[in-house]
């Protein structure tokens, strides 16, 4: 049994979900962990300067609990997805491979994490599509006036800066491109380190 460990990370309203979701329904004997699952509640989340609630940190976020999830599949996947109401599909071959994909906005600023990654996606659009994106969607508790230019997008900035210097081995995705097309990519990526890591290549 081999395994492969997917980050797929990027801005807010980029598409990881979406793409998360089309690897997990395509790729056999895989499973998602979401970052977002992980946010602590939002009466311990810090205010800033500008009244603004600081979630775009990894303090606003239980990743001690999302490292154990982690850690859980790396152990026994079979197990794991199991668990999560996911049939393991028997192989008739012993080169089976379990592949996790680990979908969040900062999962690569997360050293521990970050240095688990075999495959490592970054969605990226520019600030008007992603603030109109952004605008679209409803949030529990909703965006506070001003909340995406005066936090959430400084704050991507500041945060992508940091992945950048913690790691270069990161394919950089751009996500105003037809959808299909981004999904195909990576998809046609990961499958080919699979057979890889099953000797077919």
């Known amino acids: 049994m081999k395994t492969l460990v ?11 979900s979406t793409l998360s979701q089309f690897l997990h329904l395509k790729i056999r004997n895989s499973c998602i962990v979401a970052q977002d699952s992980h946010f602590k509640d939002d009466r311990v989340v810090p205010v800033d300067s500008n009244g603004f609630k600081e979630y775009d940190t ?6 001690d609990k999302m490292m154990i999830e982690v850690y859980s599949w790396r152990r026994d996947p079979p197990s794991f997805l199991r ?26 600023n997360h050293r ?17 599509t992603c603030k109109k994106r952004r ?3 409803v949030y529990s508790p909703p965006d506070p006036p001003g909340y995406f230019d005066g936090y959430v997008w400084p704050m991507y900035l ?3 800066r940091e992945m950048e210097s913690m790691t270069s081995e ?3 995705l751009d996500g105003l491109k037809p959808k299909e097309e981004v999904l195909v990519v990576v998809y046609e990526d990961i499958c080919q380190e699979i057979h890889r890591l099953q000797g077919l290549s």
């Open 6 to 16: 997917v980050g797929v990370g990027g801005v807010t309203n980029g598409g990881k």
């Open 112 to 128: 521990p994490l970050n240095e688990l990654f075999d495959r490592r996606y970054f969605l990226e659009i520019p600030y008007d």
């Open 158 to 160: 500041k945060n992508r």
């Open 58 to 63: 990894l303090d606003a976020l239980h990743m």
């Open 135 to 137: 605008s679209s969607r």
């Open 83 to 108: 668990q999560r109401g996911l049939m393991p599909k028997d192989s008739p071959v012993d080169n089976e491979v379990y592949v996790l994909i680990v979908e969040g906005f900062l999962i690569f």
């Open 170 to 172: 990161i394919v950089y």
